[in-house]
Each structure stands twice: as C-alpha cells, then as structure tokens.
C-alpha cells in the first residue's frame, strides 16, 4: 500500500476557514464605476444592490479562502491578500493555482502549460519545472482577490 501524505501549505499560505449562516447581506453598488481621472458632472451614479456572497461563494463546498503570507507572487499578491479560491475550476495555463508539486509543500504559482511549468510573479523566484513523471496535486484555482489599503 502506497499511502501518501498530503503536503502542508507550507510557508506562502495561510488558509482561513469561513462559515455560512442564514442571513444576506447586500450592499450597494455602483454598476458605471467611478472614473480615476477627471469626473463628469454630468454622470448619474446607477445603484444596485449586490450580495457579496452570491458573487463570490456560489458553490460554498467548492469554496475557501487562503491568506497570502509568502513574495512568491509579488506584485500580483502581496502579504496580506485574502485569496477566494475555488477547487471545482480546471487549472488552465496562465491560471493561478494553489499547488504541490511532488508533494511538496502547497504554494500559488501561475501555470505555464505550454512550456510544463510553474511560475511565480516575481522574478527573483525560478520557475518550476514540471515533468511527465512529477506528481501535481492543485487545491484549487484563485479566482478573486481581497486586499486592504
């Protein structure tokens, strides 16, 4: 019997669990956006209502969060980021996957399909290398993005 461990998150990774409870919350939302130039006074604000959980935890089973603790990915993640990861998603090239190769410790890395590696955002990381015999083990694909200012 082969029976394997699975890898830690290791030390880029923080995972911080959420609960759902009954209740919905909404908040407004301005569809048109808010201009980072000059304004016109002549722009109406278009209100919405928008729950923040039915945008990004449909499928809660399928849903967790991951704190970023490592530079592996800087500038794109920075220390700090909350990341909503969904493990139902493939993990397609230039995605950004939470994973361990050959049961390595799980970290975010973006996936180069083409050229079968791993790539952090930050060039002072090399890339991984992924061969036919490595075993990938992928948690889930970051499709959001929570940051404090």
């Known amino acids: 019997m082969n029976l394997t461990k699975r890898p830690s998150l290791g030390k880029e990774l923080v995972h911080v669990p959420f609960r759902i409870k009954d209740q919905k919350i909404y908040v407004t939302y301005y569809q048109d956006g808010v201009q980072a130039g000059f304004p016109s ?19 809660p089973e399928a849903t967790y969060f991951i704190k970023v603790v490592g530079h592996s990915m800087h500038p794109t993640l920075q220390i700090g980021d909350l990341l909503i990861v969904k493990s139902n998603l493939p993990f397609d090239d230039g995605n950004l996957g939470i994973v361990s190769i050959n049961h390595t410790d799980f970290t975010v890395k973006r996936l180069d399909a083409k050229a079968h590696r791993l790539i952090a955002d930050n060039k002072n990381f090399p890339p991984i290398k992924m061969n036919e015999e490595d075993t990938i083990i992928c948690l889930g694909v970051v499709k959001h993005l929570l940051r404090d200012l």
Do not use: G, I
């Open 41 to 59: 006074p002549a722009d109406d604000f278009k209100e919405m209502p928008l729950s923040l959980d039915e945008t990004y935890l449909q499928d």
